[in-house]
């Protein structure tokens, strides 16, 4: 292994280089695909933003919109202002650990992966619930090490789980991997401090469902548990997969449809995971190490087991960013030991990865805005509410509709055909046989 120690000044430079090129790649990621880098889930974030302080969707916490919401009242619409959540999340992160001295190298290395690279991109709420989680592991170490009284510590832990949970409901994970850490810590002084925070956080959820999710929908458990969705060959299959992408520092998106390809994407993912495996057992652990893999194991199990109830998308990059950011954070703590300042070059060889396939993806979101503008003002309806007809939620013609809410959000999927009778009822033939939208041509 080539082991390089750059002096104070080189490192530096390199830093800024790899930050810069870092926030040049998450502008260009949401750039360079054809709807803006957003998902079915981001029509509800932004529909929800839009239409505040009416709820019309409580399968998501509000704390992702209403932040989208703050930036739209500096003249942004919901779509650009989801892009500025990003940023801010990653310069956080950032700022905060550099302040601190906490993990900043690592993080900035982790933060440059291409997974995490698509995840600030991303119109979604993993963008968010990274710098929380960031604070989450910081306070951690604080009562690890004495550093803030007991009473503090429940305090200050208690609020950011509560936080986490405004963002992200699977945030009640990070509550049970406390109390897991705190039980397993009995006859240390801060046991006592995970555990109580733990249950606090839990408790919370408990009465937001209660106060909040019950008083607008009072059929979100009936529709959304579910017993034996899918077999456990095929979980366990789908978790070996999303594990291999979420740790393959270079590529996070494997071919559904199979193929060769995907053979080295997995292989080099399963190689990660085994490499850090035997760094964290061949090299000790601190405490706060402990405490994150810790947690993201108990996070990451709890996260395959909950679909066996809960009807959620099978596990990828993207449901595992919070959860497997803490492990990357320590295995390259682990990595810097070895390779010392070699270990940044594995963040320019993502980076580099992730322009190529992005590259190659050619789709041109600007021009795309432009095209769907054009649309809606022909067609009256660019502050209208709207509708949008698919056959199904796996149904490509969606993709029309995620393009749509990025110039007017209020706008819902439909299923029912006779929908299609009315006037505020696109469909992807309505939109595209009056307009030409640029289609990546390499998924």
Known sequence: ?????????NEKILQFLLITITYGMIIFRFLSNEKGRVSPDSIRYMRQSAI????????????????????TFFGIDDFWSSKVVGLLAYTFILIFT??????????????????????????????????????????????IENKISPRQSIFYLTLLLILLIN????????????????????????????????????????????TFIDYFNKDYINSFLEIGLKPTSQLLLELLQGLATTFNPFIHIADPNGGIINYPIYGIGLLTIILMV??????????????????SLVTIILSYFIQYVYSVNPIDYRLLAPFSIGVWMVFFKKLFLILSDTTYGIAFMSLMTGFVFSWLSKGDYLENRKSITQFLENENMMDE???????D???????????????????????KPSDTLKNNTLTRYKVEKKINIKKNNYQ
């Not at 505040?52 to 509000?62: E, H, R, V």
């Open 278 to 295: 035997f760094l964290f057992i061949k090299i000790k652990l601190s405490e706060t190490e402990k405490f994150i893999l810790m947690v």
């Open 52 to 71: 505040f302080p009416i709820i019309d969707n409580t399968t998501a916490p509000l704390g992702y919109p209403l932040f989208i919401k703050f930036f």
């Open 385 to 391: 509410e709207l509708k949008f007809f698919v056959k």
């Open 393 to 415: 939620q796996m149904d490509n013609d969606g993709q029309t509709a995620e393009l749509i809410s990025t110039v007017n959000p209020k706008i819902q999927i439909t299923f």
């Open 167 to 210: 963002v992200r409901y699977s945030a009640l994970f990070f509550c049970v991997g406390s109390i897991v850490f705190g039980l397993m810590s009995i006859g240390k002084d801060y046991w006592k401090s995970f555990v109580i925070s733990g249950v606090l956080g839990i408790g919370f959820y408990g009465l937001y469902k209660i």
């Open 1 to 9: 292994m080539i082991s390089l120690k750059l002096n104070s000044k």
């Open 98 to 143: 550099y302040k601190k001295q906490f993990f900043f190298k690592e993080l900035m290395i982790t933060s440059a992966l291409f997974s995490f690279v698509s995840i600030f991109s991303f119109t979604m709420a993993e963008a968010l619930t990274l710098p929380f989680v960031i604070l989450l592991l910081f306070t951690a170490h604080q009562i």
